[in-house]
């Protein structure tokens, strides 16, 4: 499946200030559906670095894929999940922790790079093609389904990614209120900032939206390692490609440019985006009846 490249707004504070690359998430050739329903549908798309072509999302990504960086590649995750699990399983000799230290080195590897900002937080570290400094909102239900996948393919239970997960959410919306407070204090006079809304409806105080991100990936997670079937196929969780789309068509990205068009080569391109303007309606003017 050709990968088709748009961009997402990247944020300080409540400001968009920069545009990341971004695609659509697929696994097995068809494209991955936020179980959250309109989960990945509240962010506005653009066509490209400098933010043309702004696009709502609900216009933009009318079946609410999954959103991720443009270089997020699941290899990188699955070789990721590999170095968790060869922590896990190293035995240290020496010390009242001999039977712990290979699972509690993986916990603490873990923690470390899921924490907000860490290497495998795909909203906010750099190597996911983010500025320093900013976040990507559109990016929030893949980063918690990022999480889920790479648990489940390491010996780490999920509880323990919810537990994490849900210290993450707590600690990245202090963190952002926390800039806009640190800004307010340096602005003599303005007013300080509300503390952010904040969801922790879900376990171990998560989002019911990160929440069910990180069931989605660990399931799909566990579903890949197991052997073939010959009555299904395992790790494929979304509509078969056919169904997946073409952009344009009301199945992906609404119509960005020509450099955008087109998934399936067999479909017709779709039409010219931005859509021409739509005509002004017209009155009739008066008209005198003749005597």
């Known amino acids: 499946m050709a990968e088709q490249i ?3 707004g990247a944020k300080r504070g409540r400001n968009v200030v920069g ?3 971004a695609k659509f998430l697929t696994r097995d050739g068809a494209y991955v559906a936020d179980p959250m329903p309109g989960g990945s549908q509240g962010y506005a798309l653009y066509s490209d670095g400098r933010g043309n072509n702004r696009t709502e999302g609900k216009i933009a990504n ?6 991720v960086p443009a270089n997020y590649d699941e290899q990188q995750a699955r070789g990721f999940a590999a170095e968790i699990t060869r922590k896990w ?3 240290n000799p020496g010390g009242d922790d001999v039977g712990l230290a290979g699972p509690n080195e993986a916990l603490m590897a873990m923690a470390r790079a899921f924490r907000p900002g860490g290497a495998q937080d795909l909203q906010r570290h750099p190597q996911w093609g983010v500025p320093n400094g900013l976040f990507v909102p559109a990016f929030i239900s893949s980063a918690s389904n990022h999480l889920g996948h790479v648990t489940a393919l390491t010996p780490i239970p999920m509880e323990a990614a919810e537990v994490g997960g849900g210290a993450s959410n707590r600690l990245g919306a202090m963190g952002e209120w926390l800039k806009e407070f640190n800004k307010s204090r340096r602005n003599t006079g303005a007013q300080s900032p509300s503390p952010p809304p904040m969801d922790t409806s879900g376990p171990y105080g998560l989002s019911q939206q990160n929440h069910a991100n990180i069931v989605h990936g660990y399931e799909y997670g566990r579903r890949s390692m197991l052997p073939p079937s010959a009555f299904e196929e395992y790790g494929n969780n ?3 490609q056919s169904t997946a789309a073409v952009i344009g068509d009301g199945n992906g990205v609404a119509p960005f440019p020509g450099s955008l068009a087109g998934v399936n080569v067999d479909e017709p391109a779709p039409a010219a985006w931005p859509p021409a303007a739509v ?3 017209r009155y009739l003017s008066s008209y005198r009846v003749p005597y």
């Open 279 to 281: 005509a002004p309606v």
């Open 19 to 21: 545009f990341v690359p």
């Open 62 to 67: 009318p079946n609410n894929y999954l959103i």
């Open 89 to 91: 399983n190293t035995v």
């Open 238 to 240: 979304a509509p078969p």
């Open 6 to 8: 748009f961009y997402a």
